[in-house]
C-alpha cells in the first residue's frame, strides 16, 4: 500500500510517500522559517498562501522521487488539525481533491498523533504500550498511547507549550525565529548554574506542566543583569547563561514529569517527539534517566521531530492498514480542517 502524506498545519509543506512494504520511498519539505523570520512569528495568511504555491509541485516531486505516478498511489493522507486554519484547509482541499480525482480514500490524521508515531519510522522502533512526551510549538503533552488510535491524555500545559517557551525565550533575546534550535547552540556555551530558574509545577502532585512563568524569569534576569554588563562580550557571556538556565529549568521540569508519569503507569518504553525532541540536552537527559530508572526513550531521528511529510504518510498508512481488517470509519469526504482537535477523541 502505498501512502501519499500531505503535512500543511503550521510553516512546513511536508510531502512523502510511505509503502507499506518498502518503508518511506519519497520525503519532500519546505520549510516557510525564511518567509516568517522577518516577522518574528509565523503569519498564518502568508503561511497559508506559500503552501498554496508549494504543495502541488511538491506532490509532483515525491512522485518523481519515488519513481510513481498518482495512479499507482492507494491512498492520500493530509494533516486535518490542530494548527493555522487556512494553513490546514490547504492541505485538506488538495488532499481531498486528488483522492476524489483518483477514486481512492482519504484519511484525515491528528498533527499530534502523526508527531506521536514518529519514531516508529525508525529501525530501533517501541512497541504499544508506550508513554508519550509530545513536545512542539503548540503542544506539551504527556500521553498514556496503548495502540493506534488510544490515547490517554495524562499530562498538558495549562499555558505556553515547551516549544513556544523556547521562542519566546529566544525572541527577549534578540535570536532569530523559531527559537528553539538557537536556544540550544547559545546555551552550549553558558553557564547553567548562574542562576535558578523556578521549576514550574514541580513540588504539585500530578503531570501537568506550566511555562509561561519562566517566560516572566527570563525577562527580569534579562532586566536586572543587563544594565551591570560592561561590555559586550559580558552581554553575550549573559545571554549564553540565561540561555542555559532557562534551557536546564525545561528539561529538568520535563524529564522528571516523565519519570513520574513512567513510575505512576508502569509503563517501560518512552516515546518523545515533536520539535523540541530535536533538543539534544534532552534526549542526553532522558537516556541518562531511561538507564537509572529503566525505561527506553524512543526519539525521532531529528528531521522528523520537526514538522513533515512522512509522519503524516505513515500514520495514513498505519490507519489504512487498520481499517482493512475493521469496519471503516464513516467518511463524508467532506473537506474538513479543525484548528483544535483533542488527540483523546482519536479512541
Ligand atoms: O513540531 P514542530 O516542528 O511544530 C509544531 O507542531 O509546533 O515544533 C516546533 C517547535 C518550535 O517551538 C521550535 O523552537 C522547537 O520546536 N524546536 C526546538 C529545537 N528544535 C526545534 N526546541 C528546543 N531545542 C531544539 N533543538
Ligand atoms: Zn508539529
Known amino acids: ?52 504555491r508549494k504543495i502541488v509541485p511538491l506532490i509532483e516531486q515525491a512522485c518523481e522521487e519515488a519513481g510513481l505516478s498518482l495512479d499507482d ?100 533575546l534578540g535570536l532569530p525565529y523559531p527559537g528553539g534550535r538557537h536556544i540550544a547552540e547559545l546555551a552550549t556555551q553558558g553557564d547553567d548554574q548562574r542562576f535558578q530558574f523556578p521549576r514550574p509545577m514541580m513540588n504539585r502532585p500530578g503531570l501537568d506542566f506550566s511555562f509561561s512563568g519562566l517566560k516572566t524569569f527570563t525577562r527580569v534576569t534579562w532586566e536586572n543583569e543587563v544594565s551591570l554588563c560592561q561590555s559586550d562580550a559580558e552581554k553575550q557571556q549573559l545571554k549564553a547563561d540565561i540561555a542555559a538556565c532557562f534551557q536546564l529549568a525545561v528539561i529538568d521540569t520535563l524529564s522528571k514529569k516523565c519519570v513520574r508519569a513512567i513510575k505512576q503507569t508502569t509503563l517501560k518504553s518512552l516515546v518523545i517527539a515533536g520539535g523540541v525532541s530535536a533538543n539534544v540536552s534532552l534526549r542526553e537527559t532522558l537516556d541518562k534517566l531511561g538507564q537509572k530508572h529503566r525505561f527506553k526513550p524512543y526519539f525521532p531521528s531529528p528531521k522528523y521531530c520537526t514538522d513533515n511529510g512522512a509522519m503524516i504518510a505513515f500514520a495514513g498508512a498505519l490507519r489504512m492498514q487498520h481499517e482493512q481488517g475493521n469496519e471503516p470509519a464513516a467518511d463524508d469526504q467532506g473537506i474538513r480542517a479543525f484548528p483544535r482537535w483533542n488527540l483523546e477523541q482519536l479512541s
Do not use: N
Not at 488538495?94 to 490524521?109: F, H, N, Q, T, Y
Not at 506539551?140 to 488510535?149: E, F, K, R, W
Open 1 to 52: 500500500m502505498k501512502i501519499l502524506g500531505i503535512e500543511s498545519s503550521c510553516d512546513e509543506t511536508g510531502i512523502a510517500i510511505y509503502d507499506t512494504e518498502q518503508g518511506l520511498i519519497a520525503d519532500q519539505l519546505y520549510s516557510q522559517i525564511a518567509l516568517h523570520a522577518q516577522y518574528g512569528g509565523v503569519v498564518p495568511e502568508l503561511a497559508s498562501r506559500d503552501h498554496v
Open 73 to 172: 498511489l492507494d491512498g492520500i493522507a493530509y494533516t486535518a488539525g490542530p494548527g493555522l486554519i487556512g494553513a490546514l484547509l490547504v492541505g485538506a482541499c488538495v488532499g481531498r481533491s486528488v483522492a476524489w480525482a483518483l477514486d481512492k480514500p482519504a484519511v484525515e490524521i491528528h498533527h499530534m498523533e502523526g508527531h506521536l508515531l514518529a519514531p516508529l519510522l525508525e529501525d530501533d522502533k517501541p512497541e504499544f504500550p508506550f508513554l508519550s512526551l509530545l513536545v512542539s510549538g503548540g503542544h506539551t503533552l504527556l500521553v498514556d498511547v496503548q495502540g493506534l488510535g488510544d490515547y490517554q491524555i495524562l499530562g498538558d500545559t495549562l499555558d505556553d507549550a515547551a516549544g513556544e517557551a523556547f521562542d519566546k525565550t529566544a525572541k527577549l
